[in-house]
């Protein structure tokens, strides 16, 4: 008898624990699928409208992340050999940095970061494509009116080293013809441009500064223009920004060019350096030290 009963016991055990081994499994499909433990939301990303850039407005040399690797040591050398004409960076011994925004406007990511930096009441630059400020007067008219300061970044985004000086002295012209309509009266006349794709040699600094700009180049690539998340973006930002750092993002893309993540980061950069102490500045103030200290250069030459 209590054979049968220690058998009836180990048999119960037995099925027991057949029975636990066949609902771990279930519960271990259920989780993989997701039913039981909910997959971690996708981060909420920006509501970007589904719209995209028309032909028309594309940029003529490509998209960035097809055409940029400009060599970092190119640039060095520029900033040495130009240090009045050819400028990356600011005073850096304060703590002030200056965003600038590349090749907008345009009425999918420009007004989103113009609504951040409103919120923020932070002043930027952006270097804005001339065929873009005729095709979305509306937007263009909103930076001009929220006293962000313009940057002539030519008409069609060519790559200036592959096209004639003449052709690009052109681009440059009638996007400053376009660009006096909004601001007459604003930017005391500064001319700043910003060339497309970074793209740049000496004889074209050169050129340019002949007709009375200064080129401003970067010396902090959020690299948004890859399409990065809003965590990379600000990863690129924030790990690499110093004292007087001109940062570079765009706020218009070229064709397929998704800058959502840069839209999403900037409230958090814009946060994270004030907490740091950080003040912005835009490009003009920046002109204005360099004045100073290439007058300071000189009288300490003589
Ligand atoms: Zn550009």
């Known amino acids: ?3 049968i009963i220690v058998e009836v016991i180990l048999l119960k055990k037995r099925y027991g624990l057949l029975a636990l081994v066949i609902f771990a ?3 271990a499909i259920l989780v993989v699928k997701g039913d039981i433990v909910p997959k971690p939301q996708q981060k909420s990303k920006i509501n970007i409208p589904k719209k995209i850039m028309p032909k028309d407005m594309d940029l003529a040399g490509g998209p960035e992340r097809k055409v940029r690797g400009f060599p970092k040591r190119e640039i060095v050398d520029l900033i040495t050999m130009y240090p009045d004409l050819f400028i990356a960076s600011g005073d850096s011994k304060e703590k002030k940095v200056a965003l600038t925004f590349d090749d907008g406007p345009d009425d999918i990511f420009t007004p ?3 609504d951040v930096l409103k919120e923020k009441n932070v002043k930027a630059t952006f270097f804005v494509i001339g065929k873009r400020v005729e095709g979305y007067p509306e937007v ?3 930076i ?5 300061l313009v940057g002539n970044h030519t008409w069609s985004h060519p790559d200036i080293m592959k096209i004639s000086l003449e052709d690009a002295k052109q681009e440059v012209l009638k996007t400053e013809k376009v660009l006096k309509k909004y601001c007459q009266d604003s930017s005391d006349g500064i001319k700043i441009f910003r060339s497309p794709y970074g793209s740049i040699d000496p004889k074209r600094i050169e050129f340019f500064g002949d007709m009375g700009y200064k080129i401003i180049s970067w010396n902090v690539d959020s690299l ?4 990065l998340s809003a965590e990379e973006v ?6 690499n920004v110093t004292k007087g750092s001109i940062i570079l993002q765009h706020s ?3 064709e397929g060019e998704d800058l959502s993540g840069s839209v999403e980061a900037l409230p958090e950069i814009i946060d994270v350096l004030k907490e740091e102490g950080f003040e912005f500045v835009t490009i003009d103030e920046i002109l204005k030290y360099k004045e100073k200290e290439s007058k300071q250069e000189k009288d300490k030459q003589k």
């Open 234 to 239: 600000k990863t690129n930002i924030l790990e």
């Open 1 to 3: 008898m209590e054979e």
């Open 144 to 148: 001009v009116d929220e006293c962000h």
């Open 25 to 27: 499994v279930f519960l």
């Open 140 to 142: 263009m008219r909103r």
């Open 224 to 227: 948004d223009w890859k399409g």
């Open 252 to 254: 218009a893309g070229g």
């Open 112 to 114: 989103q970061i113009l």
